[in-house]
T-cell receptor, first 120, second 111 residues
């Protein structure tokens, strides 16, 4: 159980185009999903918190108009990188919290496999 | 959120026990300690979580002293496939939202 998938696993695009990345919780409901970005040899950096049915909360320094997040259902959140540029090339990872485990002590987040974005 | 400090890297050989220590001096009363493992180009994977004393599962053991200002992840008899980055995180129980990843420890296991 507790599987999170991401699609696509990798994408190459031209500068100026937009790219959408999907994050799905396959066997549980996730009212909250998180988006991270990881550059080579660096740690994960939280970009935003995605709440089902409401606007995402972005971390300081993350442009909300550039990284559009939609969490339309309890099992799907999408991240759209708009007008992508080479500096947006990175490894994007989502995670999800199991709605049913919210009240327990094991507040575990389940991570997706990540999406490698390369902007030419 | 409590800040964590762990070694940047560690080297080991197959079959050895590896202990990775994490410092979290400002841990709060309701914080839990969680360890994740990350392989290159993959998302982090939950390893173990604990509050105090010792927790053991099929993958690792977690030792937490009484003052809870540090914790040690113990990997018994490591293999080449345990080469990965290991992250120590401290988070509140039941309501913790944000996960703040530190630098992690790059464990390299050799023959």
């Amino acid at each position: 159980g507790a599987v999170v998938s991401q699609h696509p696993s990798w994408v190459i695009c031209k500068s100026g185009t937009s790219v959408k990345i999907e994050c799905r919780s396959l066997d549980f409901q996730a009212t909250t999903m998180f988006w991270y970005r990881q550059f080579p040899k660096q740690s994960l950096m939280l970009m935003a918190t995605s709440n089902e049915g409401s606007k995402a909360t972005y971390e300081q320094g993350v442009e909300k108009d550039k990284f559009l997040i939609n969490h339309a259902s309890l099992t799907l959140s999408t991240l759209t990188v708009t007008s992508a540029h080479p500096e947006d090339s990175s490894f994007y990872i989502c995670s999800a919290r199991d709605f049913l485990l919210l009240a327990t002590s094991t507040d575990t987040q389940y991570f997706g496999p990540g999406t490698r974005l390369t902007v030419l | 959120l409590a800040k964590t400090t762990q070694p940047i890297s560690m080297d080991s050989y197959e079959g050895q026990e590896v202990n990775i220590t994490c410092s979290h001096n400002n841990i709060a009363t309701n914080d839990y300690i969680t360890w994740y493992q990350q392989f290159p180009s993959q998302g982090p994977r939950f390893i173990i979580q604990g509050y105090k004393t010792k927790v053991t599962n099929e993958v690792a053991s977690l030792f937490i002293p009484a003052d809870r200002k540090s914790s040690t992840l113990s990997l018994p008899r490591v293999s080449l496939s345990d080469t990965a980055v290991y992250y120590c995180l401290v988070m509140p129980a039941g309501g913790g939202n944000k996960l703040t990843f530190g630098t992690g420890t790059q464990l390299k296991v050799e023959l």
